[in-house]
């Protein structure tokens, strides 16, 4: 990737900055590919507002939404050298290399222990981590030396707004909370309807501990996200049914126990079952599925891994992360999560801004609904700064849940673990939740949000190792990328076996239609071979080539060859651009070509 300039350390001539990434033209071109096809998928077809919120946020924003408090990871510092690293990172790298030690055995129970360590590495508290670290013997990976014990650090970058450094603001870590701010506006631009999607593509910033692994763990990165809100109590899709049939293979919690097998289910089973949720969160799972195939991700290579109990957000219901298998395992590409009102409450509690939504009722009817009232003077007193935090969890329970956690009540006080790994303990007058029966003819609510999260250049960084073959040949190593023909960055290539200027003068009528078909093209006029000028164009996976040779200069017509088949078929060259045209928009397929063409022999 390096060698074609799909992407390379930022700054490379000065050493590079870790987790830093510049993409070349053709890293530029299979990322504009992608999100077009993204866009088409998601936004064109379930007819969803996309928004472009600002990169630079301001501080109120990210303390409502819980960054500011919460967005951490856990850190140790080598003791000699003081060098950072992630936790949870090198605890489980000090996993693999235990299990992966042929000198040094462990045995099945001490393997079974390992692994479930493993599992939940990113699920420890502070202390827990403490502990676990020290119980194996964890050093710096680098040194070998002592670390410390864990402590938080803040992922976001924070900056000033402003010449007076006052004003307090932050790269965003997600494009999620620029949709949540403009919801009033977004429902209003959508007449008041619910449920509605919103979408947003743009950069996000997290200032990664040890970036490593190339586009999977960096600072800066392309991210597509999507919030799709509705009521709280209705959650089902009118296209469930489309792809109820569509079978994903799914990571349960129950099954994750170290060896993780994964189960291929229907996803309208999944959901009638209780494994998934609810239709919506299925609905997007499936979308999701069927979007990642076609661009290029290998079927027995894609996975969906619930969350367990001790990973998943306090607010959230379900959480489905769509993991891809590469060279450096099982990664997380998507995420699939029912974050209920969560967002849109707690931003109501501070801006006093109404982020209500409502349904007309004809006619009127007798309902009953549950109130969730938190009594503030006793929560601040008796938990000052957390106070604010905890109205939000407590008034983002839906009605099950809140109706079962006042019957806990009753029996005494309740201990309630939020995500910033404190634990606090409610009692019946800190809240006061009821079942009321009322007469109403406009139902407000404030909405839940399903929400499916593409990291950008985590997919692309699987598409591309999905693509790549090698192969020996007569000694030399010849590189393929089998890129789907909608997201390669170049669709033709044109090769001419000469260049005086009766060539030349083809090559630039061929690259004109190209143009006009939105086809991106690259001419290859060197002396090479006609067979080096194929390697050449393989490797960055042109998935068509148009030879021009000296019957070209008598009658106009040109080889076309097919990379993943090297077939070849002959035919006018005006003609040749659009049959590329439609292989590229799959309007036809290429055995079809080849059979409609006389074959070069």
Not at 192 to 220: D, H, K, T, W, Y
Not at 398 to 406: I, P, S, V
Request: proline share 5%; aromatic share 8%; hydrophobic share 35%.
């Amino acid at each position: 990737m390096l060698r074609k300039f799909f992407y390379v350390p930022s700054a490379e001539i000065y050493g590079g900055v870790g987790g830093l990434y510049d993409f070349g033209p053709p890293g530029c071109a299979l990322k504009a590919n992608l999100l077009t096809i993204w866009r088409k998928h998601f936004v064109l077809t379930e007819n969803m507002l996309e928004v472009s919120s600002s990169v630079l946020t301001p501080e109120i924003v990210l303390r409502t939404s819980g960054h500011v408090d919460k967005f951490t990871d856990f850190m140790v510092r080598d003791e000699k050298t003081a060098d950072c690293h992630r936790a949870d990172k090198i605890l489980e790298d000090h996993i693999d290399r235990t299990l992966e030690n042929k000198k040094t055995p462990v045995t099945s129970d001490k393997k079974e222990e390992l692994l479930a360590v493993r599992t939940q590495a990113d699920a420890y508290s502070q202390e827990e981590l403490a502990d676990v670290l020290k119980k194996y013997e964890v050093k710096a990976p680098d040194t070998g030396n002592d670390i410390s014990d864990p402590f938080p650090f803040n992922l976001m970058f924070q900056t000033s707004i402003g010449p007076t450094g006052k004003a307090i603001g932050y790269l965003r870590p997600e494009t999620a909370q620029g949709i949540f701010v403009n919801f009033r506006r977004l429902l209003e631009y959508n007449g008041g309807r619910m449920p509605f999607a919103a979408a947003q593509i743009g950069l996000a910033f997290r200032n990664e501990i040890s970036p490593r692994s190339g586009l999977l763990r960096v600072r800066e990165f392309p991210m597509a996200e999507i919030e799709h809100f509705c009521h709280p109590k209705h959650k089902d899709h009118p296209k469930f049914k489309k792809v109820a049939d569509t079978v994903l293979s799914l990571l349960s919690k129950e099954n994750q126990t170290g060896e993780d097998v994964s189960v291929g289910m229907k996803i309208g089973d999944a959901v009638e079952h209780g494994v998934v949720n609810n239709e919506t969160l299925g609905y997007f799972m499936a979308r999701t599925h069927l979007f990642l195939l076609s661009v290029g991700i290998k079927r027995d290579k894609l996975r969906f891994r619930q969350h367990k109990s001790t990973e998943m957000a306090h607010y959230a219901t379900d959480c489905w992360d769509a993991e891809i298998h590469t060279t450096y395992g099982w990664v997380e590409c998507v995420g699939h999560a029912d974050r209920s009102a969560f967002d849109l409450q707690a931003h109501t509690n501070v801006s006093k801004v109404d982020l209500n939504a409502q349904v007309q009722l004809d006619p009127p009817k007798l309902v009953k609904s549950c109130t969730v009232r938190p009594n503030m003077g006793i929560l601040g007193r008796t938990f000052r700064a957390d106070a604010k935090l905890l109205q939000a969890y407590l008034q983002a329970m839906d009605e099950t849940k809140a109706m079962e956690f006042r019957e806990k009540l009753k029996q005494g006080p309740q201990d309630v673990k939020m995500c910033n790994g404190k634990t606090y303990n409610i009692t019946t007058g800190m809240v006061d939740i009821k079942m009321e029966e009322k007469k109403v003819s406009v139902e407000k609510f404030i909405p839940a949000v399903i929400e499916p999260s593409f990291g950008v250049g985590r997919v692309m960084y699987a598409i591309l190792e999905h693509s790549y073959v090698e192969k020996t040949k007569n000694g030399d190593v010849q590189r393929m990328l089998h890129l789907n023909p909608s997201i390669a960055p170049i669709k033709i290539a044109i090769l001419p076996l000469g260049s005086t200027p009766d060539f030349v003068s083809v090559v630039e009528k061929i690259k004109r239609q190209c143009v006009q078909l939105n086809l991106s093209s690259k001419a290859d006029i060197s002396g090479a071979s006609i067979g080096r000028k194929y390697a050449r164009a393989d490797e960055v996976g042109v998935p068509y080539a148009l030879t021009l040779d000296f019957e070209t200069l008598k009658d106009n017509t040109v080889t076309v060859r097919d990379r993943d088949t090297t077939e070849q078929i002959r035919l006018p060259f005006d003609e040749a651009t659009k049959i590329v045209s439609k292989l590229v928009r799959s309007l036809m397929v290429w055995p079809d070509a080849y059979k409609k063409y006389p074959v070069k022999s």
